[in-house]
């Protein structure tokens, strides 16, 4: 379901686990993370589940962890066109700024599941 924009990598805000991103349920936040922003399941049990997108491999896990403690980042191929993307799959995106990290200028927005995770969407300069 993934559409034209490239995920090409993922990695943590702080102390989360992209391999155990903290969720209260499985089968709604899988739910919520293939329909909602594409990635499709690789494979689920009781209480986790690995989901993919493009070069990007996640995990979401009820692991006691609290998801509104939980951040991370995706780079991205194309920013505008996956805030359009999540926009027609009701996902209210953030503004679309400029920042630097790392010594590079990275176009970037953030968006937040229903569960409570937060990510920031980014691409390079």
Not at 22 to 28: A, D, N, S
Request: glycine share 10%.
């Amino acid at each position: 379901m993934s559409g034209s924009v490239v995920f090409r990598a993922v990695g943590p805000i702080g102390e989360t686990d992209t391999n155990a991103l903290p969720v209260k349920e499985i089968g709604p936040a899988v739910g919520y993370y293939t329909q909602c922003l594409g990635f499709t399941l690789v494979s689920k049990g009781r209480t986790s589940a690995v989901l993919e997108r493009d070069d990007v491999t996640i995990g979401l896990a009820v692991n006691g962890a609290d998801p509104e403690q939980a951040s991370c980042w995706f780079s991205v191929s194309d920013v505008d066109a996956l805030r359009r993307e999540l926009e027609a799959r009701h996902v209210e995106p953030g503004a679309i700024d400029e920042q630097s990290y790392g010594g590079r200028r990275h176009r970037v927005f953030f968006a937040k599941e229903p569960y409570g995770v937060c990510f920031c969407f980014t691409q390079p300069l």
